[in-house]
């Protein structure tokens, strides 16, 4: 066991602070595009305290092959780990053979049936709109997830890429509806990355929930593997995302890396302390290919405590780029 516990906001979910993000399961061209190496990843996950499993139905080269092949490596041990899937991602036809919103309840109805059986569970632990459905009135969207708690389908709900006035429309309608309230945020934020913390963290604190970023690490950038002069050739960023490299801010990074070196300590390490130092970061949802992946992230979690003046020295390299509607 290497990751510890936190809670998920104000609710009475527990999730391990380094979490599993799992899009690349059933990706092509990756080691986890098959059964056998999801499972390896799965069974380092597990065998290093990692318990959040974040997916979403349209992970993988086909849509749901993520969460199919989840569901076969996790038989027999769904009760060791904490299940979160999303529903509901505008760009991707999941087959479902009906004009509606994707925030709508016949919509929510057909998919979380589908990711249930892929999974092959009977209960969903965290269920998540993967992005804000303009087409459905939030009201809708939360009814239709408050029964699914009702039936014990799912457990809790959250929602992905809201924004700071979605998040509060979102929580004060529920309140008003006196029923199950969303529990989670899950945004893109990193040091790379760090919009969230103009509206998004300030709501997500607000109203109690917990804090899930994604693309913590940047596509890598972040985890001390790559420099000015390259980094590994078979990474996702050097075989199909080189811009992000070529594009990098290497005099903050470089600056970042000689921090991390005069405290004895990895970039990897360093970026995981400053994470989880947020007040509303309940878990680190961090991707990998490979099981040595999963538990040098795992150790990282649990590796370093920054101190008040080690945060202020690195926010000061990845100051907050000035407000572009201001």
Same mark, same amino acid.
């Given at each position: 066991m290497v990751t510890t516990e936190r809670r998920v906001g104000s609710s009475g979910l527990l999730v391990s602070a380094v979490g599993l993000g799992c899009n690349n399961f059933g990706r092509a061209g990756t080691a986890t595009q098959t059964l056998q190496g999801t499972r390896l990843v799965l069974d380092a996950a597990i065998d290093s305290g990692i318990t959040l499993l974040d997916t979403?139905?349209?992970? %993988?080269k086909d849509p749901g092959l993520s969460e199919t092949l989840m569901g076969e490596a996790l038989e027999g041990r769904r009760d060791r780990v904490v299940l979160a899937t999303k529903f509901g991602h505008g760009r991707y036809d999941m087959g479902y053979d009906f004009p509606a919103g994707m925030g709508s309840r016949r919509y929510i109805r057909r998919a979380v049936e589908e990711s249930l059986r892929r999974l092959r569970t009977d209960w969903i632990d965290l269920y998540q709109l993967? =992005?804000?459905?303009? /087409? $459905?009135?939030?009201? /809708? $969207?939360? +009814? @239709?997830?408050?029964?699914?708690? !009702? /039936?014990?389908?799912? !457990?809790?709900f959250g929602h992905s890429n809201f924004t700071g006035w979605q998040v509060a429309e979102a929580d004060f309608t529920a309140r008003q509806r006196r029923g199950s309230r969303f529990v989670s945020a899950q945004n893109h934020y990193s040091l790379l990355a760090r919009a969230a913390e103009r509206e998004v963290l300030p709501a997500v604190e607000r109203y109690g929930l %917990? =804090? =899930?970023p994604y693309f913590p690490l940047h596509n890598g950038l972040l985890t001390g593997k790559f420099t000015r002069e390259g980094g590994p050739s078979d990474s996702r960023i050097m075989s199909t995302r080189a811009h992000l490299w070529e594009? @990098?801010?290497w005099d903050a990074l470089d @600056?970042? !890396? @000689? =921090?991390? +070196? /005069? !405290? %004895?300590?990895t970039m990897l390490e360093a970026t995981f302390g400053w994470l989880l130092a947020r007040p509303a970061v309940s878990s680190v949802i961090a991707g990998a290919t490979t099981p040595e992946q999963v538990e040098a992230n795992a150790r990282a979690g649990a590796a370093w405590t920054p101190t008040a003046d080690d945060l202020a020295t690195i926010d000061a390299f990845f100051p907050l780029p000035a407000d572009p509607a201001a």
């Open positions: 979403a139905d349209m992970y %993988g993967h =992005f804000p459905d303009p /087409e $459905t009135p939030i009201d /809708e $969207t939360i +009814d @239709a997830l408050d029964d699914l708690v !009702r /039936e014990g389908k799912i !457990r809790y %917990g =804090f =899930f594009n @990098a801010p @600056a970042y !890396r @000689a =921090f991390c +070196d /005069e !405290r %004895g300590i």
